[in-house]
């Protein structure tokens, strides 16, 4: 098929292509076709994972000092689900493919949130106690914590916070930016 410049195709549609731009666009592309165009893209893939995964911290929830203190969740320090979020490389044929999220344990917890539930083991026998935060100020209480039986405590449940997700779309466009311009920069 020859393309010529300002060639009808159609009612109303007209096309018009300037040679010496496809044959330059043309030249380009041939020169990083193959594994040198697989290695730009790769560079560009993980360039704006990179980019989305520092988005992604900034929106992570960080939990208090004092809900740490208190057990009230299962990071050992605050700020665990940010630390956790990572970029993870893979590979499908000649192009690295690159994943961008949380690894913490508890990430669907926060992310899907929880609904009410009860605390009771589901085993008997096991876990009959659980420990609660200190009673009172400076931990003054029964052993500087307070032991209660699990059995009729209900945990409220937790609001979904789609902090990836909402990232992802909100910074898609700067990802694919970052990528035409390492895959298509001379």
């Known amino acids: 098929m020859a393309y010529r410049s300002g060639v009808t195709s159609g009612p109303g549609i007209k096309v018009e292509l300037n ?3 496809l044959a330059s666009f043309r030249k380009r592309v041939e020169r990083w076709q193959g594994a040198p165009l697989a290695i730009r893209a790769s560079k560009g893939t993980l360039k704006a994972a990179d980019y989305v995964a520092a988005m992604m911290k ?7 000092k004092y809900a740490v203190a208190t057990r009230r969740v299962r990071d ?4 665990g689900l940010r ?39 589901v085993k008997a026998g096991a876990g009959n106690f ?21 059995s009729g405590v209900t945990h409220p449940g937790a609001q979904p916070n789609p902090f ?23």
């Open 130 to 150: 659980m420990l609660m935060p200190p009673l009172g100020r400076g931990g003054k209480g029964a052993g500087l914590r307070n032991v209660r039986t699990a």
């Open 83 to 121: 630390k956790s979020i990572k970029v993870r490389k893979g590979r499908r044929g000649l192009f690295t493919d690159a994943f961008v999220g949380p690894t913490a344990p508890h990430k669907f917890l926060v992310t899907r949130g929880t609904e009410r539930h009860s605390l009771a083991p």
């Open 76 to 79: 050992d320090k605050p700020g």
């Open 164 to 186: 990836v997700d909402e990232t992802a779309r909100a910074h898609h466009g700067d990802a694919v930016n970052l990528i035409n311009q390492i895959l298509f920069s001379e």
């Open 58 to 64: 900034r929106a992570a929830p960080v939990s208090t």
């Open 19 to 21: 040679a010496k731009q």
